[in-house]
């Protein structure tokens, strides 16, 4: 700590000293100590700031991916066309639906039946009797007339309220009103059987008897040359996964041509979001390697966590798409026993037998790799345990596995282990058409990728989607190294930033309070030696004048 020099001036002036100014120099030189304290701690908040900014960043590209690894997201979604939207139109297509081109001829729409009583004149007339109505095979109900509902609107009222599975209502033309019957359910099944023994008391007890206008009819249609009906004209999964609307039938000779496509348009912009948004988490990272425009180092220049990132990153990047993998186990000390065969292609069939130096699931990976078969074995551990998964030497079909494992942990109750084949033939990026540029950053071909999604469009959804994917595996990635897992590399960092700023602060605050209270002292005491100071030439006035009264002498003259 440095020192404070005061000066009082003469001390025989009378002026005295500027107190708050001393006091001021004094504190100044207290809280000096703070200096590297708070120096301290803005470095942590501007780290703080970088971290945050790079955990939006992990989490924008993991939504990207979520996209892709979802199974119900943007590689489940289908496009589909119809060549005569006069006869039918397209609806919808599930995630069940299979790309591809289907012939469908409408022979006729389906019809719901409907019918209506005999008009009256006076719609306010006084009506008596009961009518019978039948939906399809159901069961008849009749409906009688009484004091509370003998018009054509309280017969109407009492049938709807009836839940007979029609819905009547009252239509009024020139001609007078009637009651109209419309069956609740469309075609051959909904068709309505209705007897009528109601009569217009107002009206000499004329009959009013019942006329049907439609009968209820199935649609008629043949999908890729099969014969099938719908009752409605909204027909679901005559194509599998497929939902389209019947609008007329088509003309003599007529075909209606239905295209269900995949949704490869959706796809290259999901995976080209994936790929800006990874390169402004690298460029954000590589950015923090340098200095800022004033020449200081950035907030995570020389950051354990920062390389740490970069590690994972790459390596997630580098991680190769597994043709297929064994039953996960719990303990990987666990003793396995049995063997494991192995074909590439069209290669010949190898076998690795385990003995007592390669029984765990990390000696059968050794033995595997030492095996030169041509397939590469890793460990991957999960929330469900550790398994082994294999990953061709041979991209494409040419490099298919067929992989017959008779493996048991005998640990574990000799539970077998099987084998579990992937989907995807994709071995890693470069096959998407997505390479990495020299500063780490990424670069898609879009032509490579769309060529990819119409020659193998099921690859690229077990390359995102299948166990122990390159998908699965980079989204696991992500979360463990962003901020949304409590156990993510960046969020450790700021909790343990958090905690050392914690400590800071206390001590700033601790500090600022002692400072305080020495202040309020110092100004306390310092006003006291100013008084006095200030008071000393009166008092010597008066010694010198008591002085003179007894000697007689003016010290003060001459």
């Known amino acids: 700590m440095g020192t404070v020099g005061l000066s009082f001036g003469s001390p025989m002036g009378g002026t005295g000293f500027d107190v708050s100014a001393t006091v001021a120099s004094i504190v100044s030189n207290l809280q000096s ?28 590209l993991s939504n990207d991916l979520s996209q892709l690894t979802d199974f119900q997201g943007v590689l489940a979604q289908k496009t589909g066309s119809s060549s005569d939207t006069n006869v039918l139109e397209l609806t919808a297509a599930t995630s069940t639906a299979t790309a591809g081109t289907h012939t469908v001829v409408v022979n006729n729409l389906a019809q719901t039946s409907s019918g209506y009583l005999t008009p009256v004149t006076n719609s306010s007339d006084t009506l008596s009797g009961s009518i019978t109505i039948q939906v399809g095979s159901g069961t008849a109900q009749t409906v009688t007339l009484g004091s509370s509902n003998n018009t054509l609107s309280g017969l109407a009222a009492a049938i709807n309220s009836a839940s007979i599975g029609v819905t009547a209502s009252v239509l009024t033309d020139s001609s007078g009103s009637r009651l109209s019957l419309v069956s609740g359910t469309s075609g051959a099944n909904g068709n309505l059987g209705v007897t009528s023994s109601i009569t217009d008391t107002s009206n000499a ?15 008629s249609l043949t999908v890729d040359g099969i014969n099938l009906t719908s ?61 800022d425009s004033s020449g200081n180092s950035e907030p995570l220049y020389g950051s354990p966590t920062l390389s740490l990132l970069q590690q994972q990153l790459l390596g997630g990047l580098n991680t190769q798409n597994p043709n297929g993998y064994l039953d996960a186990i719990t303990n990987t000390s666990d003793t396995l026993s049995g063997s494991i065969t192995i074909q590439v292609g069209s290669g010949t069939a190898q076998t690795v037998t385990l003995n007592s130096t390669d029984n765990t699931i990390s000696g059968l990976a050794s033995a595997i790799n030492a095996a030169n078969i041509g397939v590469t074995a890793n460990l991957v551990t999960d929330s469900a345990g550790t398994r082994l998964t294999l990953v061709s030497g041979t991209a494409g079909s040419s490099g298919a596995l067929t992989v017959t494992a008779a493996l048991t942990d005998v640990t574990n109750s000799n539970t077998a282990l099987n084998y579990n084949a992937n989907s995807s033939d994709i071995s890693g990026l470069t096959s998407l058409g997505i390479s990495v540029n020299n500063d780490g950053s990424l670069n898609l071909n879009t032509t490579s990728l769309d060529s990819l999604l119409n020659s193998d469009f ?17 989204s696991n990635m992500l979360t463990n190294a962003g901020t949304t897992s409590s156990t993510g590399v960046l969020k450790l960092a700021e909790n343990a930033n958090s905690t050392v700023e914690s400590n800071l602060n206390a001590d700033i605050s601790r500090e600022g309070s002692m400072i305080s209270v020495q202040q309020k002292l110092l100004t306390a005491e310092l006003n006291s030696a100013n008084e006095i100071l200030q008071a000393l030439p009166a008092q010597l006035n008066s010694v010198n004048e008591i002085y003179s009264a007894m000697t007689g002498y003016n010290p003060n003259k001459g």
């Open 33 to 60: 100590v703070e200096t590297p304290w708070k120096n301290q701690l803005a470095s942590l908040e501007s780290q703080d700031a970088v971290m945050s900014n790079l955990g939006s960043l992990f989490s924008n």
């Open 458 to 474: 099921s690859g690229v959804v077990g390359f995102f989607q299948d166990a122990n994917s390159w998908g699965m595996t980079f």
């Open 205 to 219: 007890n004329a009959s009013l008897s019942y006329t049907s206008a439609v009968t209820g009819t199935d649609a």
């Open 231 to 291: 009752a409605s004209n909204t027909v679901t999964n005559l194509i599998p996964g497929v939902t389209f609307q019947l609008l007329a039938p088509s003309a003599t000779g007529s075909q209606v041509q239905v295209v269900i496509g995949n949704y490869n348009t959706g796809v290259e912009s999901a995976i080209n979001s994936m790929v800006t948004d990874y390169n402004s988490l690298i460029s954000a990272i590589n950015t923090q390697e340098g200095n």
